[in-house]
């Protein structure tokens, strides 16, 4: 079996940044104040067009506990020396075909028991499997915009945040602001290599396209949840060429394609290759809205793109990690292993090993490569077609409140967490079989405030959640 190098992942701590205090490695009080709010921003009356114009300014402090309204069609725009600041407990309502633009830095400061919410006001969830069909459910509709992070924002930081129902067809005032493109249907766009995207403890629900495309950025995207990501389409957590930083400890269920996705396309002069880690995220479901054939599913790594994945979780997905051959991934840059999957058929099974990439079965995966002489045969080699009867219903995953095996609705029906409950259970063949020698590629801000509140480690259980009460919070 071919041998991948072992990349090795530097943890860089970005000492200076503006507007941040040094992370000294310790938990101290300093971070547990809220800062004293800058320009309050009235809530009396709706963020409005006015003039003519499709497009207003907004900087300032949004107060906890207040509900803000943007008007139809408006796109509200921070520009590049202006910050937004959301206290804990904000409600920021999109109008339809509204934005919010980002020019400058945007911290949405929500916290475990004061969530924020950027939202569509008046929309109701219909979550149960199978309850609507997807043209009939809003959170496929694109009501709103969408955040769009333009080539000047040096920091987004959502946490604990809602971000719902975006994914409407971005206009003029959209592209020529933010070089996002006219007609692109992102609910997050960031596009500055040189900036900073932090997303923790957050929830992304629905969405058209790609409901994060991080075309350039140094980034880390920790313990979010993701439900019902894209329409026909869309990569939940796209990221392309000039992308740095880790992902882990998300929940992703019902994405229309892969739940996390790295390349190295559209690589801008200057900027970095991608170099993504993935570890300790759960995926169920996934993959089965997707048109086209061979995508979807998981995890996937493809164009030059290098980094790892560990310590993942995919259940019921329509394939499995994906590394392509065509264009090829930085396949000497990029390690994986301690990988679990389950399948209820055997067509799911038949694509743990997607057949036709070059992903290479190791040997901490689970099912093991040695479950059967049936499964994975001698002579196997990555892209083939195989036999995966042998492995379907087993290591089922012991969920405290999953229905595995399914029974009486299709695995596509299964897009939202609803009542369901992810966690394990004590007696899981998830638990002790992580890797922990592995490290995070942290490349932002460790701040409480202005930064990445919270680099979890890699975790000793597979999956976003661990018996010990660590990673994903939701």
């Known amino acids: 079996m071919k041998k991948y190098i072992i990349p090795v992942v530097i943890v860089v701590l970005s000492a200076s940044f503006s507007g941040c205090k040094k992370w000294n490695g310790e938990h101290t009080d300093i971070y547990n104040y809220t800062p004293p709010a800058a320009n309050p921003i009235s809530d009396k009356a709706p963020l409005s067009c006015s003039g003519g114009s499709s497009v207003v300014p907004v900087k300032g402090t949004m107060l906890s506990g207040k ?3 943007v008007n139809d069609g408006c796109d509200i725009v921070i520009n590049p020396a202006d910050t937004l600041f959301m206290q804990p407990g904000v409600t920021l309502n999109m109008g ?6 980002v020019l ?10 004061q969530p924020n919410w950027i939202t569509a006001p008046g929309l109701v969830k219909k979550d149960a499997p199978g309850a609507v069909t997807t043209a009939q459910d809003s959170a496929f509709a694109g009501h709103w915009k969408g955040i769009i992070g333009g080539p000047t924002c040096n920091l987004m930081v959502l946490r604990w945040t809602h971000v719902e129902y975006a994914g409407y067809t ?3 005032a959209t592209s020529k602001l933010a070089s996002a493109g006219a007609g692109n249907q992102y609910s997050i766009l960031f596009a500055n290599y040189k900036g900073n995207f932090i997303m923790e403890d957050s929830w992304l629900y629905g969405g058209v396209d790609d409901p994060i495309r991080i075309s350039a950025g140094k980034i880390a995207i920790f313990r979010n949840t993701f439900e019902k990501n894209g329409v026909h389409g869309g990569d939940c957590l796209n990221a392309k060429g000039g ?5 882990a400890y998300n929940l992703f269920i019902g994405t229309a394609t892969n739940g996390q996705k790295a390349s190295n396309k559209g690589q801008a002069t200057g900027a970095p290759q991608t170099n993504i880690v993935m570890y300790n995220n759960t995926f169920i479901s996934g993959g089965y809205r997707q048109v086209q054939s061979g995508r979807g599913g998981c995890i996937n790594y493809e ?5 790892m994945f560990y310590n993942n979780v995919a259940v019921n997905c329509k394939y499995g990690f994906r590394v392509v051959g065509s264009p090829v991934a930085d396949v000497a840059h990029l390690s994986y292993g301690n ?19 070059i992903t290479q079965p190791q040997q901490t995966d689970i099912p093991s490569i040695m479950t059967s002489a049936k499964y994975l045969p001698s002579g196997y080699k990555p892209g083939d077609i195989y036999d995966g009867s042998d492995v379907v219903r087993i290591n089922n995953p012991m969920f405290l409140n999953f229905p595995l095996p399914t029974s009486g609705h299709a695995l596509s029906d299964y897009n939202a967490v609803g009542s369901f409950n992810f966690h394990l259970q004590a007696n899981s063949p998830l638990i002790g079989k992580g890797n922990t020698t592995i490290k995070p590629l942290i490349v932002v801000p460790l701040d409480k405030i202005y930064g990445l509140s919270d680099a979890t480690p890699p975790g000793a259980d597979l999956g976003c959640y661990q018996l010990n009460g660590t990673g994903n919070q939701h």
């Open 96 to 101: 339809a075909r509204s934005s919010l633009i």
């Open 67 to 69: 509900t803000y309204n």
């Open 303 to 307: 164009e030059g793109a290098a980094g």
């Open 339 to 357: 990988n679990f999957q389950y399948a209820d058929s055997v067509s799911v099974a038949n694509q743990f090993y997607p057949t036709g990439y």
């Open 104 to 113: 400058g830095t945007l911290i949405s400061n929500g916290s475990k028991n």
């Open 243 to 247: 992308t740095t930083g880790t992902m």
């Open 170 to 172: 971005e206009g003029d």
